[in-house]
């Protein structure tokens, strides 16, 4: 559990999505290419990590996770490192971002989420939250550390160094600290056989899921990842506009290791429905306020909905599908979650109009925002797991 959690330290969306967080006020500085532009990269990062997740829980599935983050964190470190190298103009930049994304493709949540599902039942949620709770600890400190990394040596500079920095840890992680867990293909000790993906996406619950699982994370990614550049539009210096994240890495932390275990203990939709309206208190404070406080304030919410989501997609895909093709089934899901966390983040820099229509921007986010909760009460079976 904690080998998987420092995995999750140094996650692809960690050091990429929310790490690309310090990188955008930098690097138009430093080169002068469009803000926009360079904020929306956060896109083909999602995309590329989302398509590759279903393939990434087929190969778990198949060969174990021990031997997919083997390979993942030595690829990745290769990939972050071309990035810093082949930077030289912006087209060089997209596609060696996209590139650095593919290869690290694997080192995300669906292999370290196996490994937990895998090993731990009657505690499952409060693994879960244990295990995720580092991803927090990652929000927390590495945009600061690479804004450190960014200030002393350059943007370039800090891509390589999170590399080597990551394969330096996922990798004996991987070799040393992860097990495969016992291959499930009998009944669920947890609840029934498990689905088999085909017989999974004919349910109405796998749907309602998976579009409450994209829009929360769209909306809330959206805000958090954003929080950065709106703090240096509103006249914050970098240093303070970085230690935003922070505050959303604590609220991360506090709410995986809370809601997982109250996920043990409670029925897991309505509470899931409850942190997910956190998006929508979010982007409300940024709607209306001008100062840089309401900014740190929004950053615990869009923290806790983050939080949360982590925690119940494996919980609640284990529960209501078994574990027969959790590999696959989480991730499809986790395809959902990473393209919300990369699409939100450059929809509202597009809509914001480099700082000039904010207004707007946290309105419609705020409302898609609404949407998840809903989705997950809607349907009746996937209410069943409230009984």
Same mark, same amino acid.
């Given at each position: 559990?904690?080998?998987?959690? +420092?995995? /999750?330290?140094?996650?692809?969306?960690?050091?990429?999505?929310?790490?690309?967080?310090? *990188?955008?006020?930098?690097?138009?500085?430093?080169?002068?290419?469009?803000?926009?532009?360079? #904020?929306?990269?956060?896109?083909?990062? #999602?995309?590329?990590?989302?398509?590759?997740?279903?393939?990434?829980?087929?190969?778990?599935?198949?060969?174990?996770?021990? $031997?997919?983050?083997?390979?993942?964190?030595?690829?990745?470190?290769?990939?972050?490192?071309?990035?810093?190298?082949?930077?030289?103009?912006?087209?060089?930049?997209?596609?060696?971002?996209?590139?650095?994304?593919?290869?690290?493709?694997?080192?995300?949540?669906?292999?370290?989420?196996?490994?937990?599902?895998?090993? *731990?039942?009657?505690?499952?949620?409060?693994?879960?939250?244990? /295990?995720?709770?580092?991803?927090?600890?990652?929000?927390?400190?590495?945009?600061?550390?690479?804004?450190?990394?960014?200030?002393?040596?350059?943007?370039?500079?800090?891509? /390589?160094?999170?590399?080597?920095?990551?394969?330096?840890?996922?990798?004996?992680? #991987?070799?040393?600290?992860?097990?495969?867990?016992? @291959?499930?293909?009998?009944?669920?000790?947890?609840?029934?056989?498990?689905?088999?993906?085909? $017989?999974?996406?004919?349910?109405?619950? *796998?749907?309602?899921?998976?579009?409450?699982?994209?829009?929360?994370?769209?909306?809330?990614?959206?805000?958090?990842?954003?929080?950065?550049?709106?703090?240096?539009? $509103?006249?914050?210096?970098?240093?303070?506009?970085?230690?935003?994240?922070?505050?959303?890495? %604590?609220?991360?932390?506090?709410?995986?290791?809370?809601?997982? #275990?109250?996920?043990?203990?409670?029925?897991p939709v309505p509470l899931t429905s409850l942190a997910f309206l956190s998006p929508v208190v979010g982007h409300f404070i940024?709607?209306?306020?001008? !100062?840089?406080?309401?900014?740190?304030?929004?950053?615990?919410?869009?923290?806790?909905?983050?939080?949360a989501e982590g925690d119940a997609i494996g919980y609640l895909l284990s529960k209501r599908f078994g574990m027969r093709s959790?590999?696959? %089934?989480? !991730?499809?899901?986790?395809?959902?979650?990473?393209?919300?966390?990369? %699409?939100?983040?450059?929809?509202?820099?597009?809509? +914001?109009?480099?700082?000039? $229509?904010? @207004?707007?921007?946290?309105?419609?986010?705020?409302?898609?925002?609404?949407?998840?909760?809903?989705?997950?009460?809607?349907?009746?079976?996937?209410?069943?797991?409230?009984?």
């Amino acid at each position: 559990m904690l080998g998987a959690g +420092a995995g /999750m330290y140094f996650s692809i969306g960690i050091v990429l999505i929310y790490g690309f967080s310090v *990188f955008i006020v930098p690097i138009t500085e430093d080169t002068g290419w469009d803000r926009t532009v360079v #904020a929306a990269v956060v896109a083909p990062i #999602a995309v590329v990590n989302g398509l590759m997740s279903p393939v990434v829980g087929a190969l778990t599935d198949r060969f174990g996770p021990r $031997r997919v983050l083997a390979v993942s964190s030595m690829s990745m470190a290769i990939g972050l490192i071309g990035v810093g190298i082949a930077s030289q103009n912006l087209t060089t930049f997209i596609v060696a971002v996209a590139v650095a994304s593919l290869m690290g493709a694997a080192q995300t949540g669906v292999p370290y989420t196996y490994v937990v599902v895998g090993w *731990f039942s009657a505690r499952r949620g409060l693994a879960l939250g244990v /295990m995720l709770s580092f991803v927090g600890l990652g929000i927390a400190t590495l945009p600061p550390f690479f804004a450190l990394l960014i200030s002393e040596w350059g943007w370039r500079f800090a891509f /390589m160094a999170a590399g080597l920095i990551s394969m330096a840890v996922t990798l004996p992680v #991987a070799l040393f600290a992860i097990r495969d867990p016992p @291959v499930l293909q009998r009944p669920d000790r947890t609840g029934g056989e498990g689905h088999t993906v085909r $017989r999974a996406v004919e349910t109405a619950s *796998f749907w309602l899921m998976l579009g409450a699982f994209f829009l929360n994370y769209f909306a809330a990614a959206a805000g958090s990842i954003s929080l950065p550049v709106v703090l240096a539009d $509103r006249g914050a210096d970098p240093a303070m506009a970085a230690l935003v994240m922070s505050l959303v890495g %604590l609220s991360f932390i506090v709410m995986r290791l809370g809601f997982g #275990a109250l996920l043990d203990r409670f029925p897991p939709v309505p509470l899931t429905s409850l942190a997910f309206l956190s998006p929508v208190v979010g982007h409300f404070i940024l709607l209306n306020s001008e !100062g840089l406080i309401p900014v740190y304030v929004s950053a615990v919410f869009f923290g806790l909905a983050t939080g949360a989501e982590g925690d119940a997609i494996g919980y609640l895909l284990s529960k209501r599908f078994g574990m027969r093709s959790f590999g696959k %089934l989480f !991730g499809i899901n986790y395809m959902a979650l990473t393209m919300g966390a990369g %699409l939100g983040p450059a929809s509202l820099h597009i809509m +914001a109009a480099e700082g000039t $229509r904010y @207004v707007e921007a946290f309105s419609i986010f705020a409302g898609i925002a609404v949407i998840a909760p809903i989705l997950l009460m809607l349907d009746r079976r996937t209410r069943a797991l409230t009984r």
